[in-house]
Structure formats: C-alpha cells, structure tokens
C-alpha cells in the first residue's frame, strides 16, 4: 500500500494550492481519506476528512470556508483545493486513509489511519 502525495510549495499569502494523494495497493473505495498537518513544535492537527463516498466531509475550524476536500475513486485520488492561505497555514501535510464500513462516521484522530503519505510540504509566506 502507497499513499503518494505531491502538489505542496511556497505560495504567497492569500494564495492558492491543490494538494493531490494517490492510492495503491488497496481497494481506496473502501477507505475514509484525510489531510492532517503538523507544523513544527506543534501536534499533528486534522484538517479534512472525506468519506468512502464523499457524501460527508470534515473540515476543523481554522480552514472552514478556504479549504475544501475531495476525492475520486476511480483514479483512487483525495485532492485538498487550499485557497485563501494564511501564514498559520504552513506545515508538512500529510494524507491518510482509513479502512472502514459504509456507514461509519468519519474519524478526526490520527490513531484512526491506518495508511499514511509522506507529507508534503506548504509554505505560505506573509
């Protein structure tokens, strides 16, 4: 199983990314997916989840209405669309996928993921 992301750089701020992960190995329609970030000195932090379907999504409060997730299946690819990026907002971001049943509610804690990217990394700068 490889979770393969990329789409990370330095943006100014007010700018915009689109971070993209790229599934292997694994059946992705089965799996929750997420993007995590942790910036240094600081824990790991959720800041989207979307579900095996994508009917239901999670977005934490620092990046509601400026960040927006979504995934497609047949190519086994999350996307992370970030616009209106804000200094705050650098840290390695990391995509995460979660093997559960269709009407699972969708998991915000790392311990969660069974499957895990490498991290990109996004730098904004202000």
């Known amino acids: 199983v490889q979770l393969q992301a990329s789409g990370g750089g330095l943006v100014q701020a007010g700018g915009s990314l689109r971070l993209s992960c790229a599934a292997s190995?694994?059946?992705?329609?089965?799996?929750?997916a997420a993007w995590f970030r942790q910036a240094p000195g600081k824990e790991r932090e959720c800041v989207s989840v979307?579900?095996?379907?994508?009917?239901?999504?999670y977005y934490g409060d620092s990046v509601k209405g400026r960040f927006t997730i979504s995934r497609d299946n047949a190519k086994k690819t999350v996307y992370l669309q970030m616009n209106s990026l804000k200094s705050e907002d650098t840290a390695v971001y990391y995509c995460?996928?979660?093997?559960?049943?269709?009407?699972?509610?969708?998991?915000?804690?790392?311990?969660?993921?069974?499957?895990w990217g490498q991290g990109t990394q996004v730098t904004v700068s202000s």
């Open positions: 190995g694994l059946i992705f329609s089965r799996y929750a």
């Open positions: 979307i579900s095996r379907s994508g009917s239901n999504t």
């Open positions: 995460a996928a979660d093997h559960v049943i269709l009407s699972a509610p969708i998991s915000t804690q790392p311990t969660s993921y069974d499957y």
